[in-house]
């Protein structure tokens, strides 16, 4: 719908989130996340949502069609390959 990253990088479903108390802390995890390795934020995603079900229909939007068959094989979704981890509260 908006320019930015989901649009760059075809990010159409959301299978991990996190609340935070304030911007501030949701600022701070997000720096965090943002240095562990890709195989800890599939491990994160995995431990909460293990079939990568897209969280988004808990909030009333439609369900997106399957993954196309012709489409890579591995089950990490574009999001996660941009999404970091805390070094310091996780694996990494």
Do not use: C
């Not at 969280?55 to 979704?77: K, N, V």
């Amino acid at each position: 719908m908006f320019d930015g990253f989901s649009k760059r990088y075809g990010v159409n479903r959301l299978v991990w989130f996190a609340m935070a108390d304030t911007i501030d802390a949701a600022i701070t995890r997000e720096k965090q996340l943002k240095v562990w390795k890709r195989s800890s934020k599939t491990t994160l995603i995995e431990t909460d949502n293990p079939t990568w079900r897209d969280l988004a229909e808990d909030w009333g939007f439609d369900p997106l069609p399957p993954r196309h068959p012709d489409e890579s094989q591995d089950p990490e979704p574009r999001a996660s390959r941009s999404m970091a981890l805390d070094p310091g509260s996780g694996p990494g």
